[in-house]
């Protein structure tokens, strides 16, 4: 994985800066995640290394539904293009990669963090209020909170923010009493 990450950084450093040049952050970002989640599709990612299909082929595979979402501003322009410099350099594979890394350059240059709230049931409105002001003033950014429901907690929840994780949940707690008592 880290292999794929170092090779999709440069990639993704340059589509973000023409994004930021062009203003178009939002449309690239949504064509990055439409270009990433084609290419993880398990018929595209056979294809991928498939000798019989042209980098040209390749390139349309993928801009066919970049096209009917995500196709405007200077990706309707330039879209293309990058496509078609990724199948020359054979780094389609690793799209998702660089959709990940615009987005956190993305989120960077707009002061927003992304937060993953995995709870056992459901959280009030009243308590999201609370963790987005927390976690406001603990990143200094704005906070997009997400909230998921996943049953194998317990109870508590887990906060995912980044590469911080935050367990509160009753199955960590379990856990980490269960290491604590066979060391």
């Known amino acids: 994985m880290a292999e794929k990450t170092t090779l999709a950084r440069p990639y993704a450093k340059a589509v973000f800066a023409l994004a930021q040049e062009h203003g178009d952050l939002e449309a690239w970002s949504n064509m990055l995640q439409v270009a990433g989640s084609a290419v993880s599709e398990p018929n595209a990612a056979a294809l991928l290394g498939s000798p019989h299909v042209s980098e040209a082929q390749l390139v349309e595979l993928i801009a066919a539904p970049?096209?009917?979402?995500?196709?405007r501003g200077s990706v309707e322009k330039l879209g293309q293009n990058f496509l078609s410099v990724l199948a020359e350099n054979r780094r389609l594979n690793v799209l998702p990669e660089i959709s990940a890394i615009f987005e956190r350059l993305k989120a960077e240059v707009e002061r927003v963090v992304?937060?993953?709230?995995?709870s056992?049931?459901?959280?009030?409105?009243?308590?999201?209020?609370?963790?987005?002001?927390?976690?406001?003033?603990?990143?200094?950014?704005?906070?997009?909170?997400?909230c998921e429901i996943d049953d194998s907690l317990i109870g508590g929840a887990v906060i995912q923010a980044e590469d911080i994780v935050i367990d509160g949940s009753v199955s960590g707690r379990l856990e980490k009493l269960a290491t604590e008592m066979t060391h």
């Not at 970049?66 to 196709?71: D, S």
């Not at 992304?114 to 995995?118: F, K, N, P």
């Open 66 to 71: 970049c096209r009917a979402v995500a196709w």
């Open 114 to 118: 992304e937060v993953t709230l995995r």
């Open 120 to 146: 056992a049931t459901p959280v009030s409105d009243a308590l999201k209020e609370r963790f987005v002001a927390a976690l406001s003033k603990r990143f200094g950014r704005d906070v997009h909170l997400h």
